[in-house]
């Protein structure tokens, strides 16, 4: 079992940036060979990709929403990984959820494990 705890969200004015950080502690396999991502999930909306790396942080997946704006990386020596936010929209303004897997789908099924929640707030 791997317990995933998100830091780092909160108040940010559209246009600023903001980094978002999930650390990952468990037993079970090395974390390096996990597949991480991040979905979103706005009030009233349903959660939503944002964004994934591969294991060792070979590939990188990103959303339409977010590509040229949004960074994923991880830090394998640290068990965490890591959303740089810039140029934030007020549309970003969700709870961000990090996950643990095998890929990077795009979808919350193939997902294993997921954090808590982060929230993050674009003011206007």
């Known amino acids: 079992q791997v317990q995933l705890v998100e830091s780092g969200g909160g108040l940010v004015q559209a246009g600023g940036s903001l980094r978002i950080s999930c650390a990952a502690s468990g037993p079970g396999r090395t974390f390096s060979s996990y597949g991480l991502g991040w979905f979103r999930q706005a009030p009233g909306k349903e959660r939503e990709f944002v964004a994934a790396?591969?294991?060792?942080?070979?590939?990188?997946s990103y959303a339409d929403s977010v590509k040229g704006r949004f960074t994923i990386s991880r830090d394998d020596a640290k068990n965490t990984v890591y959303l740089q936010m810039n140029s934030l929209k007020h549309e970003d303004m969700a709870a961000y959820y990090c996950?643990?897997?095998?890929?990077?789908?795009?979808?919350?099924?193939?997902?294993?494990?997921w954090g808590q929640g982060t929230q993050v707030t674009v003011s206007s």
């Open positions: 996950t643990a897997g095998a890929g990077l789908a795009r979808r919350e099924g193939p997902w294993n494990y």
């Open positions: 790396i591969s294991w060792r942080g070979v590939s990188t």
